[in-house]
């Protein structure tokens, strides 16, 4: 009778290694399913290689490229450029309401003012 007592025992450790290989299995197949988007460092290194001109681009385009600049930060940029002429640096984003430094340094290989 000895066996019967452990049966809540060993029904819980049972339930705990079928939990743990299923977990196990699940992270498995999302790590190796293939990615729909590329990876962050992927993205980094794109969008470094053709940074976003601040003079020609649109919001969109400036919103996409960004980090931390959504489309109402991005029309202002593009609104500041009408209403004082081309960005003879990409320190004048410093001037838009929202953009500080760690902004801009964050997103400095992404932006060029030509």
């Known amino acids: 009778m000895n066996h ?3 049966l809540p025992r060993r029904a819980a450790l049972l339930a705990l290694l079928v939990s743990s290989l299923f977990a196990a299995l699940l992270a498995t197949a999302s ?3 293939a990615p729909d988007r590329p990876e962050p460092l992927q993205t980094i ?3 470094t290689a053709h940074p976003v ?3 020609s681009a649109n919001a969109e385009q400036l919103a996409e490229a960004l980090f931390g600049i ?3 930060k991005a029309a202002e940029i593009v609104a500041y450029r009408q209403q004082h002429g081309s960005f ?3 320190e004048e984003l410093l001037n838009i309401k929202g953009i500080g430094r760690k902004t801009l340094e964050r997103n400095r290989a992404r932006v060029v003012a030509e």
């Open 4 to 6: 019967l007592t452990h």
């Open 31 to 33: 790590a190796s399913a």
């Open 45 to 47: 290194a794109m969008a």
């Open 53 to 55: 001109n601040i003079n």
């Open 70 to 72: 959504g489309a109402a």
């Open 88 to 90: 003879s640096s990409v």
